[in-house]
């Protein structure tokens, strides 16, 4: 018996319709499934829910029914567990889903069998809060992402002031609309659009891109996976964090947000090889000649 997780694009009722018959298939064949309480709402399976503290807690697999967004939501979810995610497209062409609906039975079966490859990706920490003991201010919290945090103005009337370090070692200081620190899976999302570059996603590096640089410095730089990344909000109307999306926190003047690369992946399942580079020719409609 296996214990398999289901993550469902709740705006596609074609995928809430597969989450309920592929939950019935892998109950009769004696399987356990799980939800999160929202997707388990949507497919009308609200005994399968499971809230977010204990979702990843003993799965085997997570299958994705919806897009790029929706395997975004299960590393969310899962987080560092190591728990294989497969993805089922019912997006448009996607950098991350794996399989057609079609052939979602036999995927899951194979999943189950063991009989798939794993693309590892890098994930990234996002740690912000105040650190002090005693403070009145909440404590430190920790984030990951798949794609990238991103630090950016609240409203559009000024630029932002961000102070970015190294390791502790101050670089300088942007000023833009914000600033992305991606993974490289995430250099062709919200990185993509400000200018940065695309980076094949199996390789471990920070990617850090400003939006709208309002300076001379306006170019992307790539560091090593092993670097912490410090940005510091000098502008006294203070930022917005998000992460992969998620507006997460409204940020003060002085305020620390910490990106680093996680030691653990997300681990994908994949059937034969995935050719990067044929995933961006089909999504940019580029020539062969």
Request: net charge negative; hydrophobic share 45%.
């Amino acid at each position: 018996m296996a214990v398999v997780g289901l993550i469902v694009h709740q705006g596609r009722p074609e995928a809430a319709a597969a989450a309920r018959e592929l939950s019935l298939w892998l109950d009769a064949e004696g399987h356990r499934v799980r939800m999160p309480p929202e997707e388990a709402e949507a497919a009308s399976f609200g005994h399968l829910a499971a809230g977010r503290a204990h979702f990843a807690e003993g799965l085997d697999a997570v299958v994705t029914l919806g897009g790029d967004g929706s395997i975004l939501r299960a590393v969310e979810l899962v987080g560092e567990s190591g728990v294989p995610i497969l993805g089922v497209n019912y997006g448009r062409i996607g950098y991350l889903t794996e399989v057609a609906p079609a052939d979602a039975h036999s995927a899951i079966d194979r999943v189950l069998a063991g009989d798939h490859g794993i693309e590892e990706r890098m994930l990234l920490t996002v740690e912000f809060g105040d650190p002090e003991p005693g403070s009145a201010r909440s404590s430190r919290r920790r984030f990951l992402a798949l794609n990238e945090a991103v630090v950016e103005r609240p409203a559009a009337s000024y630029a932002l002031r961000l102070g970015v370090s190294f390791d502790g070692e101050h670089f300088t200081v942007y000023a833009a609309d914000g600033l992305i620190v991606a993974t490289p899976t995430g250099s062709t999302a919200y990185a993509l659009a400000a200018g940065g570059p695309v980076v094949d996603p199996t390789h471990r590096a920070l990617l850090i891109t400003p939006v709208s640089p309002h300076m001379l410095f306006d170019r992307s730089l790539v560091v090593d996976d092993g670097t912490r990344v410090q940005l510091e909000v000098l502008s006294d109307r203070g930022a917005v964090l998000s992460v992969d999306g998620r507006r997460l926190a409204g940020l003060e003047q002085h305020d620390v947000v910490v990106c680093g690369a996680s030691p653990r992946p997300a681990r994908l399942v994949t059937f034969g090889a995935r050719r990067f580079h044929q995933v961006l020719k089909t999504k940019f409609g580029l020539n062969d000649r």
